[in-house]
């Protein structure tokens, strides 16, 4: 399974990134819950775009945030400077999958175990 991060998800949204739309259809596509709070939660969403979201929340597997994830995220922001929703994104993804996805590989490099991939390198 691969953990897709907020920001992919936002993108995709867009027309010109066909090949994100198509990323998130693939059966092994995962995001946090909290991923869906950042996308949902957007004050200033458009209902097209909540229609949108919602579709992909429904195609998508949504991992909770468990115990295991908070107890992971907690090593992980001791470890190093982390914003908390990057260390829950960091520790689901370590927890439930083979890979991370998103555009701000910058944000998790320092987590040797965990692989990032940019799809829109």
């Known amino acids: 399974m691969r953990l897709v991060d907020s920001n992919i998800i936002i993108y995709a949204a867009r027309p010109e990134y066909l090949n994100l739309k198509e990323l998130l259809e693939e059966e ?3 995001i946090s819950e909290l991923t869906k709070l950042e996308v949902l939660g957007y ?3 458009a209902p ?3 229609e949108y979201f919602n579709a992909v929340f429904d195609l998508v597997t949504v991992l ?3 115990d295991a994830v908070i107890n992971r995220a907690i090593t992980l922001r001791q470890q190093a400077n982390m914003k908390a929703a990057d260390s829950i994104i960091a520790a689901t993804a370590l927890l439930h999958c ?3 996805i998103t555009r701000n590989v910058e ?3 320092h987590i040797n175990d965990l692989i990032v991939n940019n ?3």
């Open 43 to 45: 004050r200033h969403l």
């Open 28 to 30: 092994d596509i995962a």
């Open 64 to 66: 909770p945030i468990s």
């Open 48 to 50: 097209e775009a909540e």
């Open 107 to 109: 944000d998790f490099n």
């Open 98 to 100: 083979t890979e991370l």
């Open 119 to 121: 799809p829109l390198d």
